[in-house]
């Protein structure tokens, strides 16, 4: 049994404004994928200005800001939204969806690609690789806050966390930083090392994620104020994802077949 570290969320402050190490994680992954995304364009599109990749990676971190904090009153929190529709501004109190966020940043880049005159999967073909950058990042930055704990368990490695009872739980933050961040960059990242067809590296995200946060939501916690949706293990990271899923695997058949 480990006991979680407890990190003070604030990593530092500058008089009255506090920088909390969550905010850190989020310029962290950002930046991280901004340098990717210059170092690959050279060899990937290499009629794309410097301008066009720093407009990718504002579009996108602005998609990922207001769609992650929109989807999370959506799909966690949609009864304070009705009762309170000024609680979407309330960031201040927390709640942040990866799927709101996937969904912002689609949007993002399809307004993005019509000005530019860029197909909507060449945007997203070039940025998926980056992606987990961004996803290691912010897991880890739940791990410092100790939040998104696991469920219970027996394991030599299960750790106590504060708020979460005496109960030895999954650190189920890292090992989505594991799978969703390092593996799934690994995986991309060598598939895009020979030229794809359209779509295929954005359907591979689509299911490499959609497995990844799938397979961990058997030992992550649900959240309280949701618990399980169905029969006793259906969660709502699960009924999100399970969708990714399928048109992930849709969107690779469909590239593949295009091109023959």
């Known amino acids: 049994m480990i006991n979680h570290p407890s990190i003070d969320p604030v990593a530092f402050s500058i008089g009255p404004v506090h920088i909390h190490w969550y905010g850190l994680m989020y310029v962290l992954g950002i930046s991280g994928a901004w340098l990717m995304a210059r170092n690959r364009v050279k060899t990937q599109h290499p009629e794309w200005s410097t301008e066009i990749v720093d407009d990718i990676i504002f579009y996108a971190a602005l998609g990922v800001v207001l769609g992650g904090r929109i989807g999370y009153m959506l799909f966690y929190n949609f009864s304070v939204l009705l009762e309170d529709p000024f609680a979407l501004f309330k960031v201040w109190q927390g709640g942040m969806s990866y799927h709101g ?18 197909s909507f999967f060449s945007l997203t073909d070039f940025i998926a690789p980056m992606v987990p950058i961004g996803l290691f990042a912010g897991r880890i930055g739940n791990f410092i806050n100790g939040e998104l704990w696991g469920r219970p368990t027996d394991l030599p490695w299960g750790m106590v966390f504060t708020g979460a009872g005496p109960e030895p739980r999954h650190p189920s933050q890292l090992y989505e930083a594991a799978l969703e961040g390092v593996l799934l960059f690994a995986v991309l990242l060598l598939f895009t090392r020979r030229p794809q067809p359209l779509m295929a590296v954005s359907g591979l995200y689509l299911l490499g994620y959609g497995l990844s946060r799938f397979t961990i939501e058997w030992v992550r916690e649900p959240d309280r104020h949701m618990g399980f949706l169905a029969f006793d293990w259906l969660t709502m990271g699960q009924l999100l994802t399970l969708p990714m899923v399928l048109l992930g695997l849709g969107v690779m058949v469909y590239a593949y077949r295009r091109q023959e």
Do not use: N, Q, Y
């Open 101 to 118: 966020g996937m969904l912002g940043v689609f949007v993002a880049l399809w307004l993005l690609g019509r000005s530019a005159r860029i």
